[in-house]
């Protein structure tokens, strides 16, 4: 008996169509579109995301946005390589733009390209670490994952150029003064005590956290402008820091984005640029082990290590290590008579 998904996947009527794999890593998900989103093989990762952006911006909407996603989805569009032995290239999107980097979707991409076995190990039983890469519109990636019998069970992505850049004192409505750190790693974040929102990272709390991080950002965007005319970076995440609750770690945060989502998972970029802070500040030593815990509990494994690069701003090389598990693999459609059907947020 022929699958009757085929009638729906190849009617004529369909003319946008998305082959995807979706996982999580540590709660955060990652969707991966394999096909339908016009790339060619061998793209320019930065190339590929301004024609996704000039051109094509439905892939996005449709993959990260309800009715299909929601507002803490993140889709990558994955770029074939050109050449056997090449390296994957890949655009990252979520709910507001084309970031340059994401920790969680690079280890999920990573684990989704090998448990499809579009990278492959030395062996199909392979036992170890197995290094490889991403191409990305921040740079190349480097990439250990470690493998038992072939399957993945952790990678590790590492990130040159995290740094931290100061920090604010804010004086916020209702909360009062508040000292708020701001640091970078392929993404701006603000890191300030959740005890500034008055609640606790919990799940239940989400929605009171989202309402206070919008303040806050309110309040950096009016005390970032420099008067002498000096750029300032747009700060976009907000994280709220606490105490742990998991045994091995140090650290517990939720980060916030403009878009008004916030990320399940301990946020792998978010990792980095709170490794380059601690660091600054003495409290963190390179090659020391730095453990965070996520919203739902989750942790990730970190370490910082001196950046060689020559700049007039201190960067550290990190290192941040999760886990992520295959979810589903489907077909996206879009109908071209629904009004809804490229996507939107609610």
């Known amino acids: 008996m022929s699958n009757p998904l085929q009638r729906l996947t190849y009617r004529d009527s369909y003319q946008r169509a998305l082959d995807v794999v979706d996982s999580h890593t540590c709660g955060q998900p990652t969707r991966v579109i394999l096909a339908g989103h016009g790339l060619e093989a061998g793209m320019s990762p930065l190339v590929a995301r301004d024609m996704l952006r000039d051109e094509r ?28 032995g090449g390296e994957f290239g890949v655009v990252f999107m979520d709910a507001a733009a084309y970031p340059d980097m994401c920790g969680h979707a690079t280890i999920g991409t990573a684990t989704t390209l090998l448990e499809l076995g579009l990278v492959q190990a030395p062996t199909p039983d392979f036992t170890g670490i197995f290094e490889f890469g991403l191409q990305t519109p921040g740079g190349r990636v480097p990439l250990r994952a470690r493998l038992e019998t072939g399957r993945c069970k952790s990678v590790a992505f590492v990130f040159a150029g995290a740094y931290f850049l100061k920090t604010v004192d804010l004086n916020l409505p209702d909360i009062g003064a508040v000292a708020v750190d701001l640091a970078y790693a392929g993404q ?58 998991h045994p091995q770690a140090q650290h517990r945060n939720v980060p916030i984005s403009a878009a008004g989502s916030f990320d399940r998972s301990p946020c792998g970029t978010a990792t980095c640029a709170r490794m380059a802070t601690l660091v600054a500040k003495g409290e963190l030593g390179f090659g020391e082990r730095f453990v965070k815990e996520g919203l739902v509990g989750t942790i990730y494994h970190g370490v910082a290590r001196p950046d060689s690069a020559k700049a007039e701003q201190p960067t550290i090389v990190a290192e941040v290590e999760g886990t992520a598990w295959i979810t589903a693999a489907s077909t996206l459609l879009v109908d071209p008579s629904d009004p809804l059907g490229n996507g939107y947020l609610a």
């Open 57 to 84: 911006d439905w892939v996005r909407t449709v993959s990260v946005m309800e009715l299909r996603g929601h507002r803490s989805m993140f889709s990558i569009a994955l770029i074939h390589p050109d050449r056997p």
């Open 188 to 245: 701006w974040y603000a890191f300030l005590p959740v005890s500034a929102a008055r609640t606790t990272i919990d799940v239940a709390k989400i929605k009171a956290l989202i309402a206070a991080a919008s303040v806050v950002r309110a309040a950096l965007a009016e005390r970032l402008p420099d008067p002498d005319g000096r750029a300032e970076p747009i700060i976009g995440n907000i994280v709220w820091t606490d105490a742990p609750n």
